[in-house]
């Protein structure tokens, strides 16, 4: 058996880390409902297991999604996830060929060239010295870029990059001597014994000419396995948590388990696969008006130190673009809204006056118009909306003609769930009591709590889709024009619903529509977001004017977008028209 | 009583050395822009629970610093945090989070 005493730091880290991983990870299975539990052990046996392993294989090692943000960063990160991966695997291979033998020693692989100098030994041994040396200096060419990167993220695609804590700092750099000093005791060994591959015989034979190497290969070979205990033993303390638990994440994903409505052992999984990568940072639109910390990563990264406030609670426009670009898929957005209910109120709101009110007796019509708080706002909107259907021959009803209670999604916005659950049934007891078959909305804010928490059992749509379709089916005809228009998606209709087309159809008919920078899933909010709560309005309108700018780049006739809470946001500072998608088909009817 | 031909109504002085403005200064800390309220009453014009009660946050931002909490108290109940009143306000006043933070306070100090 081989053996030396500095083995031992690399064997108790390997150890400790096992121990950890394996209490906690257990401790979140146990957490979790019991109907996720059964899909997970039920996924085991189903296509969602090589689905898995597929995705792990192209995020948590190609780093695919990683690429699509930037091709260096993408590298740096293929490189140490996929060439470490490569090295371990090709280690292990090398060391049973040596040995004759299927079981070894856990850290043979790790320490071979001290333990083996006899490299002749079997066939295709040059082959691995090659491919071994040639991980190598893949890995060292990674543990560059990465230092690089903290100097010059710009070159990353990086604006920002994130700041990291203690235990992070640790991790890191023991990660970023963990290669060097490997190919440090790897060339020092085959300088004495030349047992090296093309880089570390090389640099054995240049280091045996002024070093002495004897005395020099044990501290080596120590340092490297210390190295690795620190890494091991900072792991699951650190960012780099993530490359463990992320492969949980992954398969419990494709056994079908999603963010519910509250924590449980998976948010815990999603909570941890956060990798720190910082993408995120430059993502959120906050980030360039306040210095505060309050990104997806420092959210996440707070709530793992259990030192979460409520000021990063609540300062997010819970736009989604942080989810979006996140290339774990951690749905961080959705996490925050789960964690402002912790802060709901026990007293303070109730709404008597919306349970006297008696809904107006059923009508004989099968289209329902909700035109939401703010549509009463943007009057335009509704009226729009009113003299459209008029022309277009439908009968319809106009269930908040007078003004209705709030959707309620504001309400649950501010974590206050149960009180946002009566204004909710009050609107549900109006729109069941109207017979109505469709219900069409001009807010997007109304649409999505509509479609996600009001179980209506009929048809929802946003004004844009129903408009199309009144196109479609010749109701209403739209006369082209030379005019062309640039098209601001609003994030709950867009990344929220998902819903891109409908409104650029639309416009389609009506003139020329521009493209803009970053559009559709990838489209900036117009700052004016209800989720937040903290920003003062100077910041915000920031943001706005940061959207204007790139919405405006090609110089529109007019600026549409499809929400009144967008419209009155981007209307305060544009020096163009902005239109809501009815008014333009109002206008060209 | 006698009558007079005339009414007396309560004394509505407002003495700002006894009111108690715990509550104000509580709100204040977390959300200072309820400072720059110029009680201009835009706000209150287009109060979606407005059209049932008589919510405004005008009232409410008034009576607030007058230390009339348990009016305040009363009132807010109504909102819905519809969000309309922030929209309008030419002041930049963060209502939301002042309706949020006022319900905090009131909870912190019982009132
Ligand atoms: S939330 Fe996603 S994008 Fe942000 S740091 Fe974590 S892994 Fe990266
Ligand atoms: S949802 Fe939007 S505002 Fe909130 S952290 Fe993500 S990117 Fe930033
Ligand atoms: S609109 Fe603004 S400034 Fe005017 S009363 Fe309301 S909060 Fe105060
Ligand atoms: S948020 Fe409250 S106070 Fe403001 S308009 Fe809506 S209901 Fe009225």
Known sequence: ?589 | MKNFGYTRHTDRQIDFDATDKRLYQFVFDLEPSINLCIFCGTCAATCSAGHFTTLSFRRISLLLRRGMNDIVKKEIENCMLCGKCQLVCPKGVNTRNVILQIVKGIEKYEL
Not at chain 1, 94 to 101: A, L, M, Q, R, Y
Not at chain 1, 266 to 273: D, H, K, M, N, V
Not at chain 1, 560 to 586: Q, R
């Open chain 1, 1 to 589: 058996m081989n053996y030396n005493h500095f083995v031992i730091p690399f064997a108790a880290g390997a150890l400790i880390l096992f121990a950890i991983l394996v209490a906690r990870y257990a401790y979140w299975i146990v957490q979790m409902p019991r109907s996720d539990r059964r899909k997970a052990w039920t996924g085991f046996f189903r296509p969602a297991f090589f689905r898995s392993l597929w995705e792990v294989f192209r995020e948590s090692l190609i780093h695919k999604k990683v690429f699509r943000v930037n091709a260096m960063l993408g590298w740096m990160h293929m490189s140490f996830a996929f060439g470490w991966f490569l090295l371990i695997i090709f280690g292990t291979i090398e060391t049973k060929f040596h040995k004759h033998k299927v079981f070894n020693m856990p850290y043979d692989p790790i320490f071979l060239r001290y333990f083996e100098h006899d490299e002749k030994q079997f066939f295709f041994s040059q082959g691995f010295s090659f491919v071994m040396d040639f991980l190598l200096l893949i890995l060292l060419a990674a543990t560059f870029l990465a230092i690089f990167k903290r100097i010059r993220s710009r070159f990353f695609g990086m604006k920002r990059t994130t700041r990291l804590i203690l235990g992070d700092r640790i991790a890191l750099y023991s990660l970023w001597s963990v290669f060097p000093l490997r190919f440090l005791a790897e060339s020092f060994t085959s300088g004495l014994h030349h047992n090296g591959g093309f880089l570390t015989g090389t640099a054995g034979i240049a280091f045996s000419s002024f070093l002495p190497l004897q005395q020099l290969e044990l501290p080596a070979w120590w340092a490297y396995s210390s190295a690795l205990f620190v890494f091991f033993v900072f792991l699951p303390f650190s960012r780099y948590n993530h490359i463990p638990t992320e492969l949980f994440l992954i398969f419990l994903r494709n056994c079908g388990i999603k963010t519910s409505g509250r924590f449980s052992g998976f948010t815990e999984f999603e909570i941890y696969s956060c990798s720190r990568c910082g993408i995120c940072i430059d993502k959120c639109q906050l980030a360039e008006v306040r210095p505060q910390q309050t990104q997806a990563v420092y959210f996440l990264q707070q709530i793992r130190r259990n030192i979460l406030q409520p000021q990063t609670t609540f300062n997010c426009l819970q736009c989604g673009r942080c989810t979006e670009f996140c290339p774990v898929g951690i749905k961080a957005d959705t996490l925050r809204s789960i964690k402002r209910t912790d802060y709901s109120l026990e007293y303070g709101f109730s709404y008597k006056y919306a349970e006297e009110k008696i809904p107006p007796p059923a009508l004989p019509v099968d289209v329902g118009y909700f035109a939401g708080c703010m549509t009463h706002l943007t009057p335009s909107i509704k009226i729009a909306m009113e003299n459209i259907m008029k022309k277009a021959g439908v009968r319809y009803h106009f269930i908040d003609r007078d003004g209705t209670v709030c959707c309620g999604r504001p309400l649950s916005l501010s974590g206050n769930e149960r009180q946002a659950r009566l204004l909710m049934r009050e609107n549900k007891y109006i729109i069941r009591n109207s017979g109505i078959k469709t219900l069409v909305t001009s807010c997007p804010i109304c649409l999505r709590v509509f479609r996600e928490s009001y179980d209506l059992g009929i048809e929802v749509l946003h004004h844009s889709q129903y408009l199309l379709r009144l196109a479609e089916e010749g109701k209403i005809s739209l006369k082209p024009t030379d005019a062309v228009f640039a098209y601001h998606d609003p994030c709950d209709l867009g990344r929220g619903l998902k819903i891109y087309e409908e409104p650029r159809m639309l416009i389609a008919r009506c003139g020329e529509l521009l493209h803009t920078q970053q559009e559709k899933n990838e489209a900036l909010c117009c700052g004016n977001s209800l989720a937040d709560f903290v920003t003062p309005e100077p910041r915000k309108q920031e943001m706005r004017d940061h959207t204007l700018q790139e919405l405006l780049l090609n110089n529109p006739d007019a600026l549409i977008t499809a929400c009144p809470l967008c419209k009155k946001s981007l209307t305060y500072g544009s020096n163009v028209p902005v239109k809501d998608i009815a008014e333009l088909v109002a206008e060209n009817q």
